[in-house]
């Protein structure tokens, strides 16, 4: 898991409630990303982020929220708009620079809806 | 576009044996290719990655992969097979200039005793 962690491990929502996951990564990486896992159906990109002040929908944006006000801090806001956000999220984070392109990944957070 | 395919959703090996999880792409382009592992409740690991050169990638915890352009796979391979390899493995793959990248559905390795 590296230099990426997220909080919190475990997370609970009622319905109708929003929720911010944190990320943070201290490899000075550049660019991060935001995925939802999903039993049998591998990972999919919600938000990522190549730079400050700047990011892009994923596959499967609707319903969710991001900001990236500082390099190392890229969290993620599941609104009361996600229909289904009980999931397991993952954040990572690569350098954009040469060969050193690999995605890192934190340990994720898992979120249930009551 | 750019997908991939990880067609056995379950490999069962026994220990000592070697094993392969198997894996095809599609990209535009040159692609760069990775493996990676998840145990239970954690985060993916990376494995290995192929971005050119030698078509044989070696990888963590004696892990390997075979690039092979012509029939679009990167298979990833180990000789000897351990129970503690019992996990989700995931193939990814992205095409050069593009940070995006495209995950398979995950082949669950199982090595028994």
């Known amino acids: 898991d590296g230099g990426i962690t997220q909080s919190p491990k475990y997370l609970f929502r009622k319905e109708g409630q929003n929720v911010t996951l944190s990320c943070e990564q201290n490899?000075?990486?550049?660019?991060m990303y935001w995925y939802r896992q999903d039993p049998g159906q591998g990972l999919r990109l919600i938000y990522y982020?190549?730079?400050?002040?700047?990011?892009q929908k994923g596959d499967i944006a609707e319903g969710y929220s991001v900001s990236r006000e500082k390099k190392e801090s890229f969290p993620l806001t599941v609104t009361s708009a996600q229909k289904n956000p009980t999931a397991f999220y993952l954040c990572a984070s690569n350098s954009m620079r040469g060969s050193q392109d690999t995605q890192y990944f934190g340990p994720g957070t898992r979120l249930t809806v009551l | 576009a750019q997908s991939v395919a990880q067609p056995e959703d379950q490999v069962n090996v026994a220990e000592g044996n070697p094993l392969t999880v198997k894996c095809t792409y599609s990209v535009s382009g040159n692609p760069y290719l990775f493996w990676y592992v998840q145990y239970p409740n954690r985060g993916l690991q990376f494995l290995l990655k192929?971005?050119?050169?030698?078509?044989l990638v070696k990888g963590s915890y004696g892990f390997e992969a075979e690039f092979n352009k012509s029939q679009t796979s990167f298979h990833l391979k180990k000789p000897s097979a351990l129970v503690s390899d019992s996990a989700l493995y995931f193939c990814?793959?992205?095409?050069?200039?593009?940070?995006?990248?495209?995950f398979g559905t995950g082949t669950r390795l199982l090595v028994s005793p």
């Open positions: 990814a793959v992205r095409s050069r200039g593009f940070q995006k990248l495209v």
């Open positions: 982020s190549q730079i400050v002040n700047d990011f």
């Open positions: 490899l000075n990486h550049d660019a």
């Open positions: 192929y971005i050119t050169g030698d078509n």
